[in-house]
């Protein structure tokens, strides 16, 4: 089984500004403000974070198979 990998780089639609995040792994991530612009994130519909949206790693639930970060 392949380690589940805890940093994600998040992009902004709005300006394209990219940071390394740390990810939870005991929450979903359901808004993050972008450093440069100031722009709130929102997972895209069907996402269950901001992570599965605009990170180029997937939230660790979802590596895992849980399905989503919100799930009980």
């Not at 005991?26 to 709130?40: I, L, R, S, Y």
Request: hydrophobic share 35%; aromatic share 6%; proline share 8%.
């Amino acid at each position: 089984m392949t380690a589940v990998v805890l940093q994600s780089m998040l992009t902004c639609p709005e300006c394209g500004h990219a940071t390394w995040e740390i990810m939870p792994t005991d929450a979903c991530q359901w808004f993050h403000e972008c450093g440069h612009c100031k722009a709130v994130l929102r997972p895209l519909p069907g996402d269950c974070c901001v992570f599965c949206s605009y990170g180029t790693v997937k939230c660790p639930p979802m590596q895992a198979g849980a399905g989503s970060c919100c799930a009980g």
